[in-house]
Nanobody, 116 residues
């Protein structure tokens, strides 16, 4: 079983920065992709950014140029550096991991609130 533990959310003013972390523990062998999704009140969960085992990255258009996803060398922690935050970035951010051994896993979510 894989556990994903997120940290780093909080309240920030517009234009500020936050860094989210997600550490995978347990049976982490076989991770293909890790990344971040978010869900705002009344909206569907959406992709923010993902990074593959090969290092390729994908970003939502809304965050390109402002957010950066990265991982550690052990490939069990991913980070999301969020700069120039906007009120519309307010959401619960969920860590996601996809493993060829055990499928898709989600973290419990961390709240990000950007005040105007």
């Amino acid at each position: 079983q894989v556990q994903l533990v997120e940290s780093g959310g909080g309240l920030v003013q517009a234009g500020g920065s936050l860094r989210l972390s997600c550490k995978a523990t347990g049976s982490t062998f076989g991770i293909n992709v890790m990344g971040w999704y978010r869900q705002a009140p009344g909206k569907q969960r959406e992709l923010v950014a993902v990074i593959s085992s090969g290092g390729s990255t994908t970003y939502a258009d809304a965050v390109k140029g402002r957010f950066t996803i990265s991982r550690d060398s052990a490939w069990n922690t991913v980070y999301l550096q969020m700069n120039s935050l906007k009120p519309e970035d307010t959401a619960v951010y969920y860590c996601n991991a996809n493993l060829w051994t055990s499928g898709t896993h989600w973290g419990q979510g961390t709240q990000v609130t950007v005040s105007s």
